[in-house]
């Protein structure tokens, strides 16, 4: 699976949007990009997986480039909740595992 | 309805000892993970489950590290001869994998936070 790269973290105005980048340049044809979030003390949280297409559904944007080599995860209007570590993986949809390969994440601080 | 529920939430033990952790997916999940994470680390893949049968192993650490699912529902993650690295959060994952082969979000327990003394 193909790695990503991300800040180790970021602030972010409560109310205001946020926009988390990922960088995965070596991803390959057939492999997605997924977000994951993960709280203080819970388990990840699943948000949003994309291939090319830009995605949106209840929880997030998720701005993938042309090239495919990065993309931006964005909360349109972040609230103190929304402070997590996200991670940013890649990996394909099908194949003899399903498993996901976590790197260190973002973590986004939401300040009042 | 229910989520991934996984049991004891805190487990203390000693160096040496065996330990069983288990996880509850989701009913009618046929995908079952388990990870673990260290602290201030992303979480570590260990094992996949499609059914009962052990998919991916490839992340078990070594041999003291097993886990089965014998009915294809609820998991044990077993560990023997604990050491004090073996501390860590260990979450259980379920998914459903779609009739087209598609492997589908998972949805994390809220761990098993394991501290071997």
């Known amino acids: 699976d193909a790695k990503t790269t991300q800040p180790p973290s970021m602030d972010c105005a409560e109310g205001r949007a946020a926009n988390l980048p990922c960088n995965h340049s070596?991803?390959?044809?057939?492999?997605?990009v997924y977000w994951y979030r993960q709280i203080h003390s819970q388990g990840p949280q699943y948000i949003i997986h994309g291939l090319k297409n830009n995605e949106t559904n209840e929880m997030a944007s998720l701005i993938i480039t042309e090239d495919r080599k990065s993309s931006t995860l964005i909360l349109p209007h972040a609230t103190l909740r929304d402070t997590a570590v996200y991670y940013c993986?890649?990996?394909?949809?099908?194949?003899?595992?399903?498993?996901?390969?976590f790197g260190q994440g973002t973590t986004l601080q939401v300040k009042p | 309805g229910a989520g991934v529920s996984q049991t004891p939430s805190n487990k203390v033990t000693e160096k040496g000892k065996y330990v069983e952790l288990r996880c509850d997916p989701i009913?009618?999940?046929?995908?079952l993970y388990w990870y673990r994470q260290s602290l201030g680390q992303g979480p570590e893949f260990l094992i996949y489950f499609q059914g009962t049968g052990a998919a991916d192993d490839s992340g078990l650490p070594n041999d003291r590290f097993f886990a089965v699912r014998p009915e294809g529902s609820v998991s044990t993650l077993k560990i023997q001869r604990t050491e004090r690295g073996d501390s860590a959060v260990y979450l259980c994952a379920s998914s459903l994998k779609g009739t087209s082969g598609f492997y589908n979000e998972q949805f994390f327990g809220p761990g098993t936070r394991l501290t071997v003394l």
């Open positions: 070596t991803i390959s044809g057939n492999e997605y």
């Open positions: 993986i890649v990996r394909f949809r099908s194949g003899n595992t399903g498993k996901l390969i």
């Open positions: 009913s009618g999940h046929t995908a």
